[in-house]
């Protein structure tokens, strides 16, 4: 099973994006999102992007994501112990 996390795009040439996930940055194919700007969200699986999100969708999975890993309460505020392991 693979679970995909939203990625912000950092930069983009028609081919080829940065994408920004959790810190860090990877590169990612924009074979099957051509248009992709600066600022969009998007998925990516296996170094290619596979689909364009909007700001509603990546806020929802970031916060699903903080509640599946411990981070974050289901208000999407952050967890004391989550807190207290990044210190």
Same mark, same amino acid.
Request: proline share 3%; net charge negative.
């Given at each position: +099973?693979?679970? *995909? =996390?939203?990625?912000?795009?950092?930069?983009?040439?028609?081919?080829?994006?940065?994408?920004?996930?959790?810190?860090?940055?990877?590169? =990612?194919? *924009? +074979? !099957?999102?051509?248009?992709?700007? %600066?600022?969009?969200?998007?998925?990516?699986?296996?170094?290619?992007? %596979?689909?364009?999100?909007?700001?509603?969708?990546?806020?929802? +999975?970031?916060?699903?994501?903080?509640?599946?890993?411990?981070?974050?309460?289901?208000?999407?505020?952050? !967890?004391? &112990?989550?807190?207290?392991?990044? &210190?």
């Amino acid at each position: +099973m693979c679970l *995909m =996390a939203p990625a912000r795009v950092v930069a983009a040439d028609g081919r080829i994006c940065e994408v920004r996930v959790g810190g860090r940055t990877d590169k =990612a194919s *924009m +074979m !099957l999102e051509p248009d992709l700007q %600066v600022g969009d969200w998007v998925l990516v699986n296996a170094g290619t992007v %596979v689909r364009k999100l909007d700001e509603d969708q990546a806020a929802e +999975m970031a916060r699903a994501f903080g509640i599946v890993y411990g981070l974050t309460d289901e208000n999407g505020q952050p !967890l004391e &112990s989550a807190a207290e392991a990044a &210190s």
